[in-house]
């Protein structure tokens, strides 16, 4: 019979529903509570009875057969378990006992122990309401790699099988007691983890050692952590380059880079002269007058060493000498007259004025004043220069690395890491629209060390050119600070993958998410007797899936995934030092590590400068 709930509406679905019985009569028994544990008991007798007489006999025949005694018995778990002497009468007694009753339960019950275990374990990690395999195959194992052979024309060919996992995803976790699973080659991923809760662990050293392509990295750490975990397995693959402005990793410096590169027309400039401004201010400050006047002068400026062939440090000159007419000379040989006007009325205004906005661009650009930090974007023959172009074709990788706060070299890791993936969205046009195979960009501590302005923007369309951000943030707030309450929520909404790792200590965050998992129907039955017989009540609440109290409580080593177009999922992340290959990434780290404490000692010595 349906409940009487069945078709009610549903505004009416917590209406608690009450049925009566009469009093039970030996002709028409009802329903005892108990009933179906009975019935499951009943087939699990039967299921361990099967099991127990299948091993019986296969243990029974396989002694017989290497013993010689008698010919093979025919397929007989019931007699096997209960009378085997009649299936092997020629077995010597006592071998027979135990190869037919002794080895069989041993087995058995290990057997059982091991699945009863395995049946907890994973109904205890469950939550109801959460998705199952079954809810998310497009990002399982068989449905992933489908799809790289569409996103991925190198893959198209390849024979069932050939294709590693590696080549479909990147791995994002595992279900518990379930598949692995991956983001596809189209996915933009933000992932708000605290500090030591397994980003890097679990998320960005993954993804570098199995990236198919070029790897791009960004982070304010080196010493044990993402850079010296992967750069030996990275080095194998292709060339390495590091940009250590600040020698974080006190890297020698093997290479440079000319952010004028990109710089040469109007929109270019501006861009870059963005950078300097987010990595010096808030999103909240960021649109004041001085603010505005300080990039647009910062723009003319860059734009016209950038015609003249100019290295960025020219421009350092213009700023500290505002009547120096050799950028409005420039901008006007090469026809950028508005700029000029623009240029000479800023220098050509009341003093105070400029000599505010002047100051307030030479704050922004204050990092090009280090000498140390200047020669990682100075034209030097002695040195490759570093092409954006060239690296994205590669295998290579590239590191991005630079403290945070006042005087860092974030405004240059931002540019470099913005004019990276735009060389690659041109590239992939080139290439039919995607780039294959594809550019990871592990945007690590990217409110810190990589503050691209447009970033939010920029997720709407770089999955489909196979370029594949993965920004790592420790908070949403660290985020808001950074792009605004609009423009982290565009960032949040872009994102067709999200991670959310343990440590979220965020009330508003953690109900935005307890809101966004939802709520699914609570079943409660109570039973009660009285005189007139058995009663029954059914009623029925919702209920959220995870209060925000559970979300701030996730275990270290799991993290909620929310994918577009899916039910919430609670992952178990897969560290890479759980992997098999750990040992080897372990030493490969420990050497670098030991190699970075080495150029440490030698310049505090004084005797290993740059």
Request: some cysteine.
């Amino acid at each position: 019979m349906r409940p009487c709930w069945a078709n009610t509406p549903l505004f009416l679905a917590s209406v608690t529903c009450v049925s009566e019985t009469a009093p039970p009569s030996p002709s028409a028994p009802s329903p005892t509570p108990g009933t179906d544990a009975l019935l499951y008991a009943l087939i699990g007798a039967a299921v361990t009875a099967a099991a127990f007489g299948t091993v019986a006999w296969i243990c029974g025949t396989a002694t017989a057969s290497v013993t010689g005694a008698g010919p093979r018995a025919p397929f007989a778990p019931l007699t096997a378990a209960l009378h085997p002497d009649q299936l092997w009468p020629h077995l010597d007694p006592v071998l027979r006992e135990v190869t037919t009753r002794i080895v069989p339960a041993l087995v058995t019950v290990a057997a059982a122990v091991l699945g009863l275990r395995a049946w907890a374990v994973r109904r205890r990690r469950r939550t109801p309401g959460l998705a199952t395999a079954r809810d998310l195959p497009v990002l399982l194992p068989k449905e992933i790699t489908a799809k790289a052979r569409d996103l991925r024309p190198s893959l198209a060919d390849a024979k069932p099988g050939a294709i590693r996992p590696e080549d479909t995803g990147v791995l994002l976790g595992s279900l518990p007691g379930g598949p692995e699973v991956r983001s596809s080659w189209e996915d933009v991923c933000v992932a708000i983890m605290a500090p030591r809760s397994g980003k890097t662990t679990s998320l960005a050293i993954p993804a570098m050692l199995a990236a198919p392509g070029p790897v791009l990295l960004t982070s304010n750490k080196a010493a044990r952590d993402a850079y010296t975990a992967t750069l030996d397995a990275r080095a194998r693959v292709g060339r390495v380059w590091t940009m250590d402005p600040q020698q974080i990793a006190h890297a020698p410096r093997e290479m440079w880079w000319n952010p004028l590169a990109d710089a040469t027309d109007l929109p270019g400039a501006r861009r870059l002269a963005g950078h300097f401004v987010t990595a010096s201010v808030d999103e909240s400050n960021g649109s004041d007058f001085w603010s505005t006047a300080a990039q647009n002068t910062l723009m003319s400026l860059f734009l016209a060493a950038a015609r003249d062939e100019r290295p960025i440090t020219d421009c350092l000159a213009w700023l500290a000498a505002p009547a120096d007419r050799t950028p409005l000379d420039i901008l006007k040989a090469h026809g950028l007259t508005a700029v000029a006007a623009q240029l000479q009325g800023t220098v050509s205004g009341a003093v105070e004025t400029r000599d505010g906005i002047y100051e307030t661009a030479r704050q922004y650009a204050s990092c090009l004043l280090d000498p140390a930090i200047a020669a990682w974007v100075t034209p030097d023959p002695r040195v490759p220069e570093f092409r954006p172009a060239e690296f994205v074709t590669a295998h290579d990788t590239l590191y991005l690395l630079s403290k945070d706060g006042g005087g860092s070299a974030s405004a240059l890791i931002a540019a470099a890491a913005d004019s990276v993936m735009r060389t690659a969205v041109i590239q992939a046009e080139r290439d039919g629209g995607r780039l294959d195979p594809p550019l990871i960009a592990i945007l690590d501590e990217a409110a810190n060390v990589c503050k691209i302005g447009d970033l939010p923007d920029l997720y709407s369309h770089l999955g489909s050119r196979g370029v594949i951000p993965v920004t790592i943030l420790q908070s949403y707030r660290q985020g808001q600070k950074v792009w605004g309450e609009a423009g982290m929520d565009a960032l949040w909404s872009a994102a067709t993958i999200k991670l959310v790792g343990s440590g979220i200590d965020d009330a508003d965050f953690a109900d935005k998410l307890s809101r966004l998992v939802g709520e699914h129907d609570v079943q409660t039955v109570s039973h009660s007797a009285s005189e007139s017989g058995r009663s029954t009540s059914t009623s029925m609440r919702m209920e959220r899936i995870l209060p925000p109290d559970r979300i701030r409580a996730l275990p270290k080593g799991t993290a909620l995934l929310l994918a577009t177009g899916l039910k919430p999922a609670l992952l178990d992340l897969r560290p890479w030092y759980k992997e098999p290959a750990s040992t080897a990434i372990a030493a490969a780290s420990a050497r670098q590590t030991a190699t970075i404490t080495r150029r440490a000692l030698t310049k505090a010595a004084g005797s290993g400068a740059v």
